[in-house]
């Protein structure tokens, strides 16, 4: 099936930092999006892409969808603690309607 | 509050027991789906549903069973219950064709 390729597995910053994720396919994604899950929570949809090229942005962070459509990435701006969680992106693989693949995840860690 | 609810949040079962996980949606949602989240393995799709009588495997199926007879209710049921089942559950629902996944808080089961 296609798979959604998201690495490091862990990444920490220092409060105040940006960070960039990215995440990768073998396949094309005509839907590009990204969650964040609290601990304890279920993932909430921080951002959708749905054309090739996009860039679209949600407070501090700003997402973007590749020209290939095989990537997209994340990036969060003058991190803040509340930033803590898990970071997936996620796509309907083709013909797939609804269904959604995720990819497995990047825990962020803010140190203050 | 709208949204999704999953009972119970923790289950701690013992192997061989049946138990079924309740999940319900009160967002008109035709599209239902259960996932289960593992260390470093991301959210894997066990069931889906588009609509009340409609019911499909995803990655991960064995050893669960799941009905729609109501458009809000989408219960999954695990049979006997193994170690391998140890995991956190989440209910998510969308409509058909929508991407913005609704998850549940999840349910934290545990098989001694």
């Known amino acids: 099936g296609q798979q959604l390729n998201q690495s490091p597995q862990s990444m920490f910053i220092q409060e105040g930092e940006d960070v960039s994720m990215n995440c990768t396919s073998s396949s094309i994604f005509n839907t590009w999006l990204w969650y964040k899950q609290d601990p304890g929570e279920g993932p909430v949809l921080l951002i959708a892409?749905?054309?090739?090229?996009e860039l679209t942005s949600n407070g501090r962070l700003t997402a973007q969808f590749g020209i290939t459509r095989k990537d997209s990435f994340l990036n969060i701006s003058a991190s803040i603690p509340s930033d803590v969680g898990i970071y997936f992106c996620?796509?309907?693989?083709?013909?797939?309607?609804?269904?959604?693949?995720f990819g497995k995840g990047i825990t962020l860690s803010v140190r203050p | 509050n709208a949204g999704v609810t999953q009972t119970p949040k923790f289950q701690v079962l013992k192997t061989g027991q049946s138990m079924t996980l309740q999940c319900a949606q009160d967002?008109?949602?035709?599209?239902m789906s259960w996932y289960r989240q593992d260390p470093g393995m991301g959210l894997r799709l066990i069931h889906y549903?588009?609509?009340?009588?409609?019911?499909d495997q995803g990655e991960v199926p064995n050893g669960y069973n799941v009905s729609r007879s109501t458009t809000e209710d989408f219960p999954l049921r695990l049979l006997s219950a193994a170690p391998s089942q140890t995991s956190v559950y989440f209910c998510?629902?969308?409509?058909?064709?929508?991407?913005?996944?609704?998850f549940g808080s999840g349910t934290r089961l545990t098989v001694v």
């Open positions: 998510a629902s969308s409509y058909v064709g929508g991407t913005g996944y609704t």
């Open positions: 996620a796509g309907p693989p083709t013909g797939a309607n609804s269904k959604l693949t």
């Open positions: 549903s588009v609509g009340a009588g409609i019911t």
């Open positions: 892409l749905y054309k090739a090229g």
């Open positions: 967002m008109n949602h035709e599209y």
